[in-house]
């Protein structure tokens, strides 16, 4: 049976109707670096479009053309032909060219985003103000939360954080057990936290809201409810927020930090009022309980043992190299 005019558009408008409610934040972020990102999405999108959209075509051309009964397809039919220089420069130059912008563009954008250089602007247009700190945030994966604790401020909080508007933000993530990934879209790509390592993240966010935090590494059965929110707010009331964790908080002690860790699913918003200035440094060195060596003094005793041992060897050569050839003279490396 053949459909009316209009009913024929049903499906191409419920499908419409379905793209209107998502939320493409990846295209349309609140932050700048993330915004740079999407560029290049969008960008390197386009460019591979260049050579898929006019294959497509020609797949469905020729199709039609050479269709059986179709009159190209007797008077065009040519069982001899075998190489077209002016094909050939068509089918390989192009998709050259196009390896060659998206190399170039890779190559670009992953320095100018590289997540360990810190911010030269803060928007398209506008270069970080003269004299103006970064947002030092601390973050700590645990099972299943997030631990984010503002150095500056004195405070800790957990599954919240907040940042000012267009104020850059410097973050140093690790984990305390499991390997993990913090992603929040409006902000920045995501970074991988690991236990006993520090990755780094520089970002800002440029207009205030509340926004969606996650794990985008699956790391145990908590994992889906391992969310936060992210809010951007004005300097008043970033500042407004830290008072209040520090009125409404408790401090946060190795003792309480040990509690924290404790695996726990769809943990509520805490905060702390005060933070043990060396907890994360303890967390990223593997020695937050008692009695445990940190692991960089473990390392750097390593090192030491190491260099001892060169040294000694160093020695017992030079005295034997004296002792053999009379006169000649010995130098030592300085390491």
């Known amino acids: 049976m053949r459909l009316p005019n209009p009913l024929r558009a049903l499906p191409l408008l419920a499908a419409t109707s379905l793209l209107a409610g998502c939320n493409l934040v990846v295209l349309n972020p609140a932050g700048d670096v993330a915004a740079q990102q999407g560029q290049m999405v969008v960008i390197s999108t386009l460019l591979m479009l260049l050579i898929i959209v006019p294959v497509i075509i020609l797949i469905l051309l020729f199709a039609w053309r050479y269709r059986q009964g179709s009159r190209h397809a007797e008077t065009d039919y040519a069982p001899d032909w075998d190489h077209s220089t002016k094909l050939e420069l068509v089918i390989w130059a192009a998709p050259l060219v196009i390896i060659i912008a998206l190399g170039a563009l890779t190559w670009i954008g992953t320095h100018k985003l590289d997540p360990y250089r810190p911010l030269d602007r803060i928007a398209s247009g506008k270069p970080v103000p003269e004299g103006i700190k970064p947002l030092e945030v601390e973050v700590v994966s645990l099972d299943w939360k997030w631990l984010f604790i503002l150095p500056e401020q004195g405070i800790a909080t957990v599954n919240e954080l907040a940042a000012p508007v267009d104020r850059p933000i410097r973050f140093r993530l690790t984990s305390s057990s499991t390997m993990n990934a913090f ?113 960089h003094e473990t390392m750097a005793s390593d090192a030491l043992r190491g260099r001892a041992r060169v040294n000694g060897a160093l020695f017992a050569k030079a005295q034997a190299q004296s002792i053999c050839t009379p006169g000649m003279p010995v130098a030592l490396a300085d390491n």
Not at 222 to 237: A, I, P
Not at 240 to 261: F, I, N
């Open 183 to 295: 992603y929040v879209p409006d902000l920045a790509g995501m970074i991988y936290t690991m236990p006993g390592m520090q990755t780094e993240l520089n970002a800002v966010i440029n207009r205030p809201g509340v926004f969606h935090g996650m794990s985008s590494h699956y790391s145990g059965t908590g994992f889906s409810g391992m969310t936060f929110k992210f809010h951007g707010l004005s300097e008043q009331d970033f500042a407004r927020w830290v008072a209040r964790a520090k009125a409404e908080g408790k401090p946060l002690t190795r003792d309480a930090y040990r509690d924290l860790a404790r695996p726990s699913e769809r943990h509520p918003v805490e905060r702390f009022a005060s933070v043990d200035p060396n907890l994360y440094q303890r967390v990223l060195n593997l020695c937050v309980e008692d009695g445990q060596r940190c692991m």
